[in-house]
């Protein structure tokens, strides 16, 4: 089974600096997608940003993007002009493209603090 | 579209109760996710249907724990006895098998608390 791996349980960041989140991942497969999820304390899983491997091209959504090296396995998140909105735990997740791999695999999640 | 829709938000129950957990996934998804969160492990997968049917149940803990579709819109998890260690979040996620990258879009979940 794919393995996704957070290395960092908690990060911090000062308010409308940059932070950025590791992910690796472990899989045999050329073809998958890779998400970024954020929970918040309402503890609601909400999709930050996505990327297909198969792109080479990194995801944007607004001042979240990705780092996207596929031969090394990683998936970093950068959040740009942190806000106190953006403290949560978030979740880098894998699933395959194929036909049958519609099961996702989680990280354990980093924590993010935004200070003032 | 309403998103994925579960209840109850929360639940307190005492240690040996039934505890029946519902999901409605969004409409024309056909696959339906049960996963757990607690502090100690994370976000676990419990079992996940395709089409109404259970594709993979490894992730069940053990016969207290059982899940069912009757149709496409609604699932539950049901836990009986319930125990103090199943106090946990407990989340429904939907996803379609159509178009490529489609993600999984997960509801409020169930805040569960075994006393």
């Known amino acids: 089974a794919q393995t996704v791996t957070q290395s960092q349980p908690e990060m911090s960041v000062q308010e409308a600096e940059t932070v950025t989140l590791s992910c690796t991942y472990d899989?045999?497969?050329?073809?998958?997608?890779l998400f970024w999820y954020k929970q918040p304390p309402s503890r609601q899983m909400i999709l930050v940003i996505r990327?297909?491997?198969?792109?080479?091209q990194n995801a944007t959504e607004n001042r979240f993007s990705v780092n996207f090296q596929k031969a090394a396995k990683s998936f970093s998140l950068k959040i740009s002009d942190s806000q106190l909105g953006d403290a949560a735990m978030y979740f880098c997740?894998?699933?395959?493209?194929?036909?049958?791999?519609?099961?996702?695999?989680f990280g354990t999640g980093t924590s993010l603090t935004v200070i003032p | 579209d309403a998103g994925v829709i579960q209840s109850p938000r929360h639940e307190v129950t005492e240690m040996g109760q039934e505890v029946t957990l519902r999901c409605k996934p969004i409409?024309?998804?056909?696959?339906l996710f049960w996963y757990r969160q607690t502090m100690m492990r994370g976000l676990e997968l419990l079992i996940y249907?395709?089409?109404?049917?259970?594709?993979?149940d490894s992730g069940m803990p053990e016969d207290r724990f059982s899940a069912k579709m009757p149709n496409a819109s609604f699932s539950t998890l049901k836990i009986q006895p319930s125990e103090p260690r199943d106090s946990a979040v407990y989340f429904c996620?939907?996803?379609?098998?159509?178009?490529?990258?489609?993600?999984?879009?997960f509801g409020p979940g169930t805040r569960l608390l075994v006393l």
């Open positions: 996620a939907s996803s379609s098998s159509m178009g490529r990258g489609e993600t999984q879009y």
């Open positions: 899989t045999s497969e050329s073809d998958y997608y």
């Open positions: 990327q297909e491997a198969y792109k080479q």
């Open positions: 997740a894998y699933r395959s493209a194929s036909n049958t791999g519609n099961q996702f695999y």
């Open positions: 409409s024309g998804h056909d696959y």
């Open positions: 249907f395709n089409n109404n049917v259970p594709i993979d």
